[in-house]
Antibody
Framework: QGLLVESGGGVVRPGRALTLSCEAT????????MHWVRQTPGQGLEWVAL????????YYADSVRGRFTISRDNSKNTLFLRMTGLRTEDSAIFFC?????????????WGQGTLVTVSS | VVLTQSPGTLSLSPGQRATLSCRAS???????LAWYQQKVGQGPRLLIF???TRASGIPDRFSGSGSGTAFTLTISRLEPEDFAVYFC??????????FGPGTKVEIK
């Protein structure tokens, strides 16, 4: 099934940077497209970014493009999200998630999330 | 593409049937429509992909249907553990992934 564990969340001031990590276990990490999805507590889900299995293709939501960078280290089974120029509206729970290996696409495994609070 | 879910909240009793709607602002391929369940304090769980295929381990009381712009998630008989928030989601071009705002199924 696969296990995803996020880390790196915390409280950060506006304009500063933060890097989230997601450790993947129990599946062949390099074979899977991975996502970051965020959720403001009590609110809906907002997709943030995805990266292909080999790391060669990335996509971003308009709200984070140019500020956030998704990357991965397949040798360490770890997904990253580098967030710069953080804004108060970036405060959310950030989930690491895995796409299905075969079509039709869907997100079939999610972590528990890590909370990011952007506040002065 | 914008997804709209209705109702926002559904108040039902265990054993009742739940019908959740997800509408897209333009026609989409059902191949790319998925449904998720989320409970408080947890990450979402995939229920349905390809509009109508249950994910591994999902009970058969959950079913998905629809095409074009209108999709439905049906829970045939609500169990106590089914009271949660449900999201629909599609894959597109920009953004690549879009979620609906969710429907909360609460105990009446």
């Amino acid at each position: 099934q696969g296990l995803l564990v996020e880390s790196g969340g915390g409280v950060v001031r506006p304009g500063r940077a933060l890097t989230l990590s997601c450790e993947a276990t129990a599946f062949t990490f390099s074979s899977y497209t991975m996502h970051w999805v965020r959720q403001t507590p009590g609110q809906g889900l907002e997709w943030v970014a995805l990266i292909s299995g080999d790391g060669g293709t990335t996509y971003y939501a308009d709200s984070v493009r140019g500020r956030f960078t998704i990357s991965r280290d397949n040798s360490k089974n770890t997904l990253f999200l580098r967030m710069t120029g953080l804004r108060t509206e970036d405060s959310a729970i950030f989930f690491c998630a895995r796409d299905r290996l075969v079509a039709p696409a869907a997100i079939d495994s999610w972590g528990q999330g890590t909370l990011v609070t952007v506040s002065s | 593409v914008v997804l709209t879910q209705s109702p926002g909240t559904l108040s039902l009793s265990p054993g009742q049937r739940a019908t959740l709607s997800c509408r897209a602002s333009q026609a989409i391929s059902s191949h790319y429509l998925a449904w998720y369940q989320q409970k408080v304090g947890q990450g979402p769980r995939l229920l349905i992909f390809g509009a109508s295929t249950r994910a591994s381990g999902i009970p058969d009381r959950f079913s998905g249907s629809g095409s074009g712009t209108a999709f439905t998630l049906t829970i045939s008989r609500l169990e106590p553990e089914d009271f949660a928030v449900y999201f629909c989601q599609i894959y597109g071009t920009s953004p690549v992934v879009t979620f609906g705002p969710g429907t909360k199924v609460e105990i009446k």
